[in-house]
């Protein structure tokens, strides 16, 4: 399916949230995500299903000042 990732255009083959973050390689990273807008709690990743034209961003912390 292909879904949007920070403004970028994936094909993945990912059905969850959590499915998708392991593919991209943000599996064991600590980072926010939110899909459609809607923010996704760590805990919930594995059973917020995707759908085709969905919008994932995934957010890192970033330091400094």
Do not use: Y
């Not at 600590?30 to 917020?48: E, Q, W």
Request: hydrophobic fraction near 40%.
């Amino acid at each position: 399916m292909k879904i949007e990732v920070n403004g970028e255009n994936k094909d993945v083959t990912a059905t969850t949230v959590a499915e998708a973050l392991d593919a991209l390689g943000w599996g064991e990273a600590r980072v926010a995500t939110a899909l459609n807008g809607t923010f996704v709690p760590k805990g919930a990743r594995g059973t917020t299903a995707l759908s085709d034209g969905d919008k994932l961003e995934v957010l890192t912390a970033m330091q400094g000042g």
